[in-house]
């Protein structure tokens, strides 16, 4: 055995156990929704030097409750540290129970509150496991094909969105939309083709909501729209505008261009008379849908 392979390796076994137990930096912070339908939900403060939270769509993470401010709260990320400033918010901001009336450094593990229904858990972490949290977040809540909510998530929400549409008077519309003749589409051009038809629908659906929608898949070529505060004739004209949308797009399909149309029904808490609650929502559209299609498909309904 030649002096060159009797050297002892730099990589003794020994030192591998070292190099293993070396400690991981964990410098991002990130903030973790706890309890609700967005448990889970990570919102990275790593995103660069301020980030807003609230209900406003200028803020760096939106926060779709009523009781959270537009810009509830400032997040400065400043030598090392993370320091947060309440935005004046009209509900307060609390860390670990005590109201916020100056900028207050945070520390792994404190518990945030932003007015009276969210919390929020500050914990630091590194990129790997910011990426992972993310990742479990996404795949409890979104479609894995379209990207849009699951189902799931649409009922949990819906629930939510029921309660605040009685506890403040306001309307609530409902549109379900399925894709025509999805299976010809499918035996034709096989099931890849029909998948990239889905994930177009699912993006042209999305375009046409606001920030504060609920857009998810409820079945296979089947997708609800959720429209808070908005009467039924409005959503009727959402419900056409992405009507013409899908019918006006093309997919390229293996350099052909597929076509598609889809039909929709649309119900308002007013359609629902005495029993304004989830069950009869989702019957009314779902009728309406049924008509739209008996009628020749390729439009939408919202009448009796």
């Known amino acids: ?21 070396l400690p991981v930096e964990r410098s991002r912070g990130v903030l973790l929704v706890i309890g ?5 939900r990570v919102l990275s403060l790593a995103c660069g030097p301020s980030v807003t939270i609230g209900r406003g769509p200028s803020s760096t993470h939106l926060l779709d409750e009523p009781s959270v401010s537009s810009s509830h709260v400032r997040v400065v990320h400043s030598g090392g540290r993370y320091i ?56 409890a809540h979104r479609d894995g094909l379209t990207g849009v909510f699951n189902r799931k998530h649409f009922e949990e929400r819906l629930l939510a969105e029921l309660a605040y549409a009685e506890r403040h008077a306001k309307e609530l519309s409902l549109l379900l939309l399925d894709i025509d003749h ?34 998810a898949r409820y079945g296979g070529e089947e997708f609800v729209h959720v429209v808070r505060d908005v009467p039924l004739r409005a959503a009727l004209g959402i419900a056409e505008r992405t009507r013409v949308a899908v019918a006006e ?28 609650d989830r069950d009869a929502l989702l019957r009314v559209a779902d ?8 009628a020749g498909r390729n439009r939408v309904v919202g009448s009796e």
């Open 1 to 21: 055995m030649s002096r060159e392979s009797r050297r002892p390796s730099p990589f003794s076994p020994n030192t591998l156990v070292e190099l293993t137990l």
């Open 249 to 276: 797009a093309t997919t390229d399909v293996g350099g052909r261009g597929l076509s598609v149309t889809l039909s929709c029904g649309v119900a308002s808490l007013s359609c629902c008379g005495a029993h304004r």
């Open 182 to 215: 999805f299976k010809n589409v499918n035996d034709q051009y096989g099931h890849l083709a029909g998948d990239q038809v889905l994930r177009a629908a699912a993006s042209l659906i999305v375009r046409g909501s606001r920030a504060e929608d609920i857009v």
């Open 36 to 40: 609700g339908v967005q448990t889970g």
């Open 84 to 139: 947060l400033a309440d935005q004046q918010a009209t509900n307060g901001t609390y860390v670990n129970g005590a109201r916020v009336t100056e900028p207050v450094p945070l520390s792994d593990g404190d518990r945030v509150q932003l007015g009276p229904l969210i919390i929020l858990r500050f914990a630091l972490v590194n990129e790997a496991e910011e990426t992972s949290l993310k990742t479990v977040y996404e795949s």
């Open 287 to 294: 009728e309406r849908l049924y008509r739209a299609k008996l």
